[in-house]
DNA sequence: GCGTCCAGGTCTACC
DNA sequence: GGTAGACCTGGACGC
């Protein structure tokens, strides 16, 4: 919009660090508020920052060692705000983890030397823990494109508009993804019927509850004290996550303990391994057990391992 | 057009 | 601690 203020900025990133292997690093990366942008090369989102303002970020590879930052925003950012649009940024990208002891450990391996090489690894995530749950509710017990459906519904429906242009310089709305509070105020039937939630609703209303009334404080799992065993356990006790969505939760907290096993992985993990015929998930983790604490980033490398070949693989 | 199955699982009741 | 059965929804598939 032409009314929108547009800058840019740089962030450094590390020598071990490869911009679009982390975008595509798993589905994320198609789920609203994140969008890829093909032609411009740009993956995009809209954040809501502590302040309350919302930035348009269109952010793409520079150089090596920079990503490119481009945002809008309706009125310019403080200091404070840029620094906190900064802060999310790296955090979604992961940019300030540190990755070097993984990378010493694939070094390692023989079927594992192509994650040096393409710098793979580094799991997308969302800014907050409530919203990466809330997908990961949304992913159980159904097909990727309901996933889609119930995500975009939640943006579309309960997040915060934002008006701006594409690259073609027609008129688009972006959506943030809505806080704990909103979501904590629609009813069960609303997100049956209009989220499209199912028997999930009840779960995601719960959560977003206990959330927006500091029963829980999801945010401090980001750093928290507590040995992975116990971590496991506390994001297990909230109702809709079990086993799965609980060990993909920890991997976006940087713990790979857990496989966080699902369908989609085991039917790819016997294509690759089996011959497709159907196995255990035993089988599947007797495989992993030399990878000690990493076990669960080197399962997922290895299931992902064929979208590493292109550019944009979905 | 209609019924069935299953997908990026989890919960509860019961043993 | 292990497991059968129930659970929303949408899309694919067979008939």
């Not at 540190?98 to 594992?112: G, L």
Request: include cysteine; proline fraction near 4%.
């Amino acid at each position: 919009m032409k009314n929108n203020y547009s800058h840019h900025f740089f962030i450094s990133v590390p020598s071990n660090f490869n911009f679009w292997r982390t975008v595509y690093s798993h589905g994320w990366c198609v789920l609203k508020p994140y969008s890829i942008d093909k032609k411009a090369q740009t993956f995009n989102r809209l954040f809501e920052l502590e302040s309350g303002k919302l930035v348009f970020v269109r952010i793409k590879a520079a150089t090596p060692t920079k990503i490119k930052v481009t945002y809008e925003v309706k009125s310019g950012l403080t200091p404070v705000e840029k620094k906190n649009l900064t802060q999310k940024i790296k955090y979604i990208l992961r940019v300030d983890d540190n990755f070097a002891e993984f990378y010493s450990v694939a070094k390692k391996k023989k079927d594992f030397l192509w994650v040096n090489k393409l710098k793979a690894g580094r799991m997308l995530r969302s800014p907050s823990v409530f919203e990466d749950l809330i997908k990961l509710i949304c992913t159980t017990n159904c097909s990727w494109s309901l996933t889609e459906i119930m995500i975009n519904n939640l943006t579309g429906k309960l997040g915060e508009r934002f008006l701006t242009v594409d690259a073609e310089g027609n008129n688009l709305e972006v959506f943030s993804f809505p806080d704990p509070k909103t979501v904590a105020s629609f009813d069960e039937k609303f997100m049956r019927q209009e989220i499209r939630a199912g028997y999930r609703s009840p779960y995601i209303i719960e959560l977003a509850k206990k959330v927006a009334g500091g029963a829980i404080d999801l945010d401090s799992f980001k750093n928290s004290d507590l040995p992975t065993k116990d971590l496991f356990k506390k994001v297990t006790a909230i109702k809709g996550v079990g086993p799965y969505a609980a060990g993909n939760m920890l991997k976006l907290l940087g713990r790979y303990d857990y496989l966080g096993i699902d369908s989609w992985c085991r039917t790819k993990f016997s294509e690759i391994y089996k011959y497709g015929i159907k196995i255990s998930d035993k089988t599947i983790e007797k495989r992993y057990k030399q990878f000690g604490k990493f076990r669960g980033l080197f399962f997922w490398m290895d299931v992902t391992r064929d979208w590493y070949r292109q550019k944009f693989p979905f």
